[in-house]
């Protein structure tokens, strides 16, 4: 993982995302999740192209059950795009590296 | 680039690479690992995440416990099987791109395959052998309301979504070991789950119907198909209809998971490759070799009747011999 990514919790994540200057690409993810585990190398590239436009995060919903719920969560991975503390895009599903920079750009870049 | 030195005999053309495998399932990575120990350097082109359709690592990223696989008397997760077979490849030096293919020529040898843009007028690589493993995908119910339902309650993902369905009453759709085999992981999160399958006896092998069988939160909605889902921003509910009676009803659920089948991912091959009716390709009895020279296929993309890890496996393993052999014998590379 880059070293510019954060790992997120019930406890931190309000903190983060409230106090962000940067729209925040929240990763919700889990050990499990085979889909997960491809897309987690080009969200690391993203993160480093993308730095100081965007920030990338981790949430690991084993983890951070609460907040999953909260955004109501039914899919992993799902990607939430946080502007100014509030949701501005949801990724459902795992999809490739254009796709990605293409739905997270709509919001962010 | 690889960093596996090539043998004279075998160093490639300018610009024009020994070996290309199109997909990294078990049967596109053993191809890789005995090509790559082979010193062929190939490049195996792995795919694209997906959730829903073929994607690097082929369908066990979408699975569990695979129990069957030799050499894991305790079993291994699909996931951590896959990274462990690609793991193996790249130690010998195949080389990965995690991109699709868009387009083929087969033309040759050597043949033509594009990433990124289809209408270039020029392949993105070309390659005197080609061997041809990207599996199967499931199939989708074809309802108009799937798309927007997707990973909002409908899946066909048990492992990615299962956890989301806490005490839930949740569906499963299908009747063959993917379906028991979701069905099964399924009750490790939802209360109960339904089992919907349009006949009355199950295409699943013994030991997975056993299984289900004998779980209590699994029960059985026979000669029934899937009519509609309901639901705007999240699954309410489906409605079913008996094949026998014709008599719709509603069933009160909060997820649908989807496990009805798979087909080839040929579509890419049309007019170039020949296939079976089931859009399954041909070829050689007891070969992996296509018509066309050059060209050869394995794993499910193939195989229409074991459709195993382990047969993929194997006939991954075959199609790196014969590409091998015929790279040879052509005096190609």
Redesign the interface.
């Known amino acids: 993982m880059a070293e510019s990514i954060t790992t997120l919790t019930n406890e931190t994540f309000d903190e983060v995302i409230g106090s962000a200057e940067l729209p925040v690409v929240v990763d919700f993810w889990a050990e499990w999740c085979g889909p997960c585990k491809m897309i987690a190398p080009i969200l690391d590239e993203i993160a480093v192209e993308k730095a100081g436009v965007i920030s990338v995060a981790k949430l690991n919903v084993d983890d951070a059950q609460d907040v999953a719920l909260r955004y109501q969560v039914m899919s992993i991975p799902t990607l939430i795009v946080f502007k100014d503390g509030e949701p501005a895009k949801r990724i459902v599903g795992a999809k490739g590296k254009q796709q990605l920079l293409q739905e997270i750009g709509e919001v962010a870049f | 680039m690889s960093t596996a030195p090539m043998p004279d005999a075998l160093m490639a053309d300018e610009g024009i690479r020994n070996v290309i495998i199109v997909g990294s399932g078990p049967a596109g990575l053993t191809a890789a690992i005995y090509s790559a120990r082979a010193n062929l350097a190939p490049l195996v082109i792995e795919g694209?995440?997906?959730?829903?359709s073929d994607?690097?690592?082929g369908q066990?990223?979408?699975?569990?416990d695979v129990e069957n696989y030799p050499g894991f008397p305790d079993g291994v997760?699909?996931?951590e099987l896959?990274?462990k077979f690609r793991e193996q490849a790249q130690r010998f030096g195949a080389e990965m791109l995690?991109?699709?293919v868009t387009r083929v020529d087969l033309s040759g040898p050597p043949h033509g395959v594009w990433v990124g843009d289809p209408d270039a007028p020029e392949p993105t690589y070309r390659a005197w052998a080609v061997i041809v493993s990207t599996g199967a995908q499931s199939l989708m119910l074809g309802l108009e309301a799937e798309e927007r339902l997707?990973?909002?309650?409908l899946?066909t993902?048990a492992?990615?979504?299962g956890?989301?369905?806490r005490d839930q009453h949740i569906a499963v759709v299908g009747g063959g070991d993917s379906a028991m085999e979701e069905a099964t992981f399924l009750t490790r999160f939802a209360s109960k789950v339904t089992v919907i399958h349009r006949r009355d006896e199950l295409r699943a092998s013994k030991i997975m119907q056993d299984r289900a069988f004998a779980n209590d939160r699994i029960e059985f909605l026979w000669n029934n198909v899937v009519l509609d889902i309901h639901g705007e921003e999240?699954l309410t509910g489906i409605e079913v209809q008996n094949v026998v009676t014709g008599e719709a009803s509603l069933l009160d659920v909060t997820?649908l998971f989807i496990a009805i089948g798979h087909r080839p991912n040929t579509d890419l091959f049309e007019r170039q490759l020949k296939r079976k009716e089931n859009g399954y390709l041909v070829t050689e009895p007891d070969s992996s070799r296509t018509e066309i020279e050059g060209v050869f296929a394995c794993g499910d993309v193939q195989d229409d009747f074991y459709r195993q890890a382990v047969t993929a496996a194997g006939s991954g393993c075959m199609a790196a011999i014969d590409a091998e052999r015929w790279l040879e014998s052509a005096g190609h590379g």
Not at chain 2, 60 to 64: K, P
């Open positions: 694209e995440p997906s959730s829903t994607q690097p690592g066990l990223m979408l699975t569990t997760m699909g996931p896959m990274i995690t991109d699709k997707i990973g909002h309650g899946s993902c492992t990615c979504d956890f989301f369905f999240k997820g």
